[in-house]
């Protein structure tokens, strides 16, 4: 059972991408896959304080497809087709810009030796 519900799983979300793709392509998404339903979640506390909730956007299946699909291949773009150097920190997986401050603070005192 398990594994017949995985083999469908699999094939649901290969026909959800290649839609997503296609979608992609053209230029033209559905409004159910772009809209989405955000939600407030009672964390605990008071009730009046706004600080006790946290925000939750709730998003389709093909827009979780979609999402997804845009995560893996941006990074992937930027990588194969060089778009962005080295010293880019921001927006970069395993780098932030603060480590972008102590790279130029190391680079610049170590160039004085």
Request: hydrophobic share 35%; net charge positive; glycine share 8%.
């Amino acid at each position: 059972m398990q594994k017949g519900l995985k083999e469908l799983a699999n094939a649901t979300v290969r026909s959800c991408s290649i839609n997503v793709k296609r979608s992609w392509w053209s230029k033209k998404f559905p409004d159910d896959w772009i809209n989405v339903n955000v939600t407030l979640i009672f964390k605990k506390g008071k009730g009046k304080d706004p600080g006790t909730y946290r925000l939750v956007s709730l998003i389709s299946v093909p827009g979780k497809v979609m999402k997804q699909t845009f995560l893996e291949a941006i990074p992937k773009h930027r990588k194969d087709k060089v778009v962005t150097g080295n010293s880019q920190h921001g927006f970069t997986k395993g780098k932030l810009c603060p480590t972008n401050l102590i790279t130029f603070y190391d680079e610049m005192t170590d160039s004085e030796h």
